[in-house]
């Protein structure tokens, strides 16, 4: 996500944080680049203009300049700028706080990744909500698209509404309707049909529609990859039904980040969500302050612990925490988390979130390390035996050979794992210190 954006901005703001001191030219300069580096990442025009005009001022204007650490509080201004053009700090929640069934009317061009995100967000309503969903499909012009959304709806454990053969989009909307009161459902998602372009028949439909629907939110899915015209099919539909927010889908793929940091400022619709991958329940509550620090580089520890705490069985890690808070950590923890690592999408995953993993990542790709490296480790505490997964400690040169030879691996990765071992004993006390999780991110900054 981000990728080529965030590579090159942090290569300015690295530059401008190594100096002690800043004059304006220095800042100007730097704005520069980060100007090109907006435009050649597909940002709107205007909105680059308007960002750049924002941080300079600020910048140059306050005693920013003659402080200790000019260039760091560049970078914060930039940071805080960021946040603001994509639509101020926090996730922009769902409404759902209306009678039931509260509609989420889903709209948007063919391709985009509607009928996906539908299924996606019907799962995360029934799992993260825990409101009872039923969704059904209005897309009678693309052939097996009603059944498509029948067969995701299995997946995901979320009701659909039984297809009738000829039945017309406002007509499966009033049915819709009916059923989901009937059946108490909390959540009525509707997917409407898409097109290839915007044109004025699906507009002509989608206001059918929502007349019929009443819904508290319509959605419109745009493909982030499609950059500036995502921004304008937003613009497109938002001038014919009211639309209450945005989810950008394929951002897992999107190295430019054009449409994510446009919308906002163009359409003035928040985006509500990215879709992050095909997988069902790939799809994350978009949130602007942690999005700003990605593409700076400056990591996601926020994300990374709710996505840990998503990954981890609750006994597993009280448990873990228990034994970390007495001290405590052998073999067997650090298999636990390892796995638990893997559970999380890998090292690569990880690469994205923490600050400072991308310098990591491209290291460990340079010497040949990928996720095998997890199954590795799994392998070689499994070659211990119980006794020396409790006390590490015993692992002489003799244990370490036998180890190697049990788990297919080298002596000297039996070595690594060791040190892995006592590195991350030695930052779990430090946590400790600084006070449990909270200080988590103190750790990491
Ligand atoms: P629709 O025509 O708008 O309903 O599009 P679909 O929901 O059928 O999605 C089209 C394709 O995009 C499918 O292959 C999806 O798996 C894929 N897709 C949807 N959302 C995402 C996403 O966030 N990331 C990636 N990588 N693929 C996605």
Do not use: C, W, Y
Not at 54 to 66: F, I, P
Not at 155 to 182: F, H, M, N, Y
Not at 261 to 266: E, F, T
Not at 271 to 279: N, R
């Amino acid at each position: 996500m981000f990728d080529t954006l965030s590579d090159r901005l942090t290569g300015v703001f690295d530059r401008l944080r190594g100096r002690g001191a800043l004059n304006e030219q220095d800042v100007r300069e730097a704005m520069r680049e980060v100007r090109v580096a907006l435009l050649e990442a597909d940002v709107a025009l205007p909105v680059a203009r308007d960002f750049i005009a924002a941080v300079t001022e600020k910048a140059v204007g306050q005693n920013v300049l003659r402080s200790v650490t000019p260039g760091q509080q560049v970078v914060k201004i930039v940071n805080d700028e960021l946040v603001a053009m994509l639509g101020g700090e926090g996730a922009a929640p769902l409404n759902l706080d209306v009678r039931p069934p509260a509609v989420i009317m889903m709209v948007g061009l063919q391709g985009s990744g509607k009928t996906t995100t539908t299924a996606k967000l019907g799962k995360l309503i029934k799992e993260k909500h825990g409101k009872k969903a039923l969704m059904a499909s209005l897309d009678v012009n693309r052939p097996a698209a009603q059944e498509q959304l029948a067969v995701l709806g299995e997946q995901v454990s979320v009701a659909t509404l039984p297809i009738v053969q000829g039945q017309q989009p406002v007509d499966i909307a009033r049915r819709a309707l009916e059923s989901a009161k009937l059946q108490a459902v909390d959540v009525l998602l509707l997917d409407t049909a898409g097109r290839l372009h915007v044109d004025e028949a699906l507009m002509a439909e989608m206001k059918a529609v929502a007349a019929v629907a009443t819904p508290a939110e319509v959605l419109l899915v745009v493909d982030s990859l499609t950059g500036q015209d995502a921004v304008n099919v937003a613009q497109s539909f938002s001038d014919e039904v009211p639309l209450t927010g945005v989810v950008l889908t394929r951002m897992d793929g999107d190295a430019r980040g054009g449409a994510a940091l446009s919308m906002r400022a163009v359409t003035g619709k928040p985006i509500k969500f990215a879709g992050t991958g095909e997988k069902l329940d790939a799809i994350e509550a978009f949130s602007p302050d942690r999005v700003a620090g990605r593409i700076l580089g400056m990591g996601d520890v926020v994300s990374l612990v709710e996505k840990a705490a998503e990954s981890i069985k609750e006994e597993e890690a009280e448990a873990l925490a228990k034994r970390m808070m007495a001290g405590k950590f052998d073999m067997n923890d650090l298999r636990t988390q390892l796995r638990q690592m893997q559970n999380m999408g890998g090292l690569g995953m990880l690469a994205g979130m923490l600050p400072g993993m991308k310098k990591a990542k491209q290291a460990m790709a340079q010497s040949g390390m990928d996720d095998k490296v997890l199954v590795h480790m799994d392998a070689i505490i499994g070659s211990m035996t119980p006794k020396e997964r409790a006390r590490p400690e015993l692992m002489n040169a003799k244990r370490k050979k036998r180890v190697a030879a049990g788990s297919g691996t080298e002596v000297q990765d039996v070595n690594k794992l060791l040190k892995m071992h006592q590195e991350m004993g030695r930052a779990m006390k430090q946590i400790r210190k600084m006070g449990g999780l909270k200080g988590l991110g103190q750790l990491f900054a």
